[in-house]
C-alpha cells in the first residue's frame, strides 16, 4: 500500500496530537511550501531525506512515437530528486520482496 | 530552502500551532516518508509526485583502487517523479523569467 496525505494526517493525529482538520491542512501545507519553493528556483534540500534540486534543460530534438514525426523537446525546466545517503542506505538494505 | 527554513514556512502559516509541534509534524511527515520506501512502499502526493523504488540489477564493478573485479549485488534506489502540477508550475516559472537560486 502507497503511503498517501490522508495516512500522514493520521499519523500527525496520533502522534503529535493535531486534530484531524490541522493535521490534514498541515500535511497540505507542507507539500505546498515545498513546492513554492521550487517554483521561485529555489532547491530544497531535506536532511535526512534527500534534495529536490531545479535543473535547466535545453531545447532538444524529440519525436513522436505514433507518427514518428519529428518535434523539438522545447526549453523546460525540472524537478530531480536525490536520495541522500541516509536513505539511500535504508532503501538499500530493504534486499526487495521481489519489485513493487 | 532548508529542513529548518521549511519548519519556519510551515510556522508562519500554521501560527496557532506551537514551534515545537510544527517541528515535530515536520519530523513525522519526513520519517513516515523514508520508512515508507525503507519498507519498499511507494508514497503518493497528488499534484506534487510520487515516489517509487527503482531495481538496479546485479552487476560487475571494479574496485578504483587496486582495479580488480568485485561483484555487486542487485539493489533498489529511491526514485521521484514530479506530478502534473509540479512539473508545469516549475516550468512556468522559468518560463516567467524567474532565475534559479542557487
Known sequence: ?100 | MTKSELILGLSERQAHLAQPDVELAVKSIIDQMADSLSGGSRIEVRGFGSFSLHFRPPRLGRNPKTGSVVALSGKYVPHFKPGKELRERVNAAARAGKPLKT
Not at chain 1, 11 to 40: H, P, Q, S, T
Open chain 1, 1 to 100: 500500500m502507497a503511503l498517501t496525505k490522508a495516512e500522514m494526517a493520521q499519523r500527525l493525529f496520533e502522534d503529535v496530537g493535531l486534530n484531524k482538520r490541522e493535521a490534514k491542512e498541515f500535511v497540505d501545507i507542507f507539500f505546498d511550501v515545498i513546492r513554492e519553493a521550487l517554483e521561485k528556483g529555489e532547491n530544497v534540500k531535506l536532511s535526512g531525506f534527500g534534495n529536490f534540486d531545479l535543473r535547466q534543460k535545453n531545447q532538444r530534438p524529440g519525436r513522436n512515437p505514433k507518427t514518428g514525426e519529428e518535434i523539438p523537446i522545447s526549453a523546460r525546466r525540472v524537478v530531480t530528486f536525490r536520495a541522500g545517503q541516509k536513505l539511500k542506505a535504508r532503501v538499500e538494505a530493504h534486499a526487495g520482496s521481489g519489485q513493487q
